[in-house]
Nanobody, 115 residues
Framework: QVQMVESGGGLVQPGGSLRLSCAAS????????MAWYRQAPGKQRESVAY???????SYRDSVKGRFTISRDNAKNMLYLQMNSLKPEDTAVYYC?????????WGQGTQVTVSS
């Protein structure tokens, strides 16, 4: 079992930046890949960024060049640096950890981009 807790969301103006954090606890030694997802009102949850156990990353096209995913295995932390935020980035952001065939989710943190 792994517990994931996100933090760092909030209200930001268009063009601004936020850094999301996700703390993992429990059986963290079994975690392989980690990722960030988001879900906007009335829409399905979608992947945002992915980082493998070896540090390889991938992003959805709409956030490439603006978002950066990183992880600190020594601290059991996952991060998402979000720059040049747009109103369409408004959503609840979730972190997830993959362990074998299972993955574990945090409770989500709200990001609102609005003037």
């Amino acid at each position: 079992q792994v517990q994931m807790v996100e933090s760092g969301g909030g209200l930001v103006q268009p063009g601004g930046s936020l850094r999301l954090s996700c703390a993992a606890s429990g059986s963290v030694f079994s975690i392989s890949a980690m990722a960030w997802y988001r879900q906007a009102p009335g829409k399905q949850r979608e992947s945002v960024a992915y980082i493998s156990s070896g540090g390889g990353t991938s992003y959805r096209d709409s956030v490439k060049g603006r978002f950066t995913i990183s992880r600190d295995n020594a601290k059991n932390m996952l991060y998402l640096q979000m720059n040049s935020l747009k109103p369409e980035d408004t959503a609840v952001y979730y972190c997830t950890a993959f362990l074998g065939k299972a993955n574990y989710w945090g409770q989500g943190t709200q990001v609102t981009v609005s003037s």
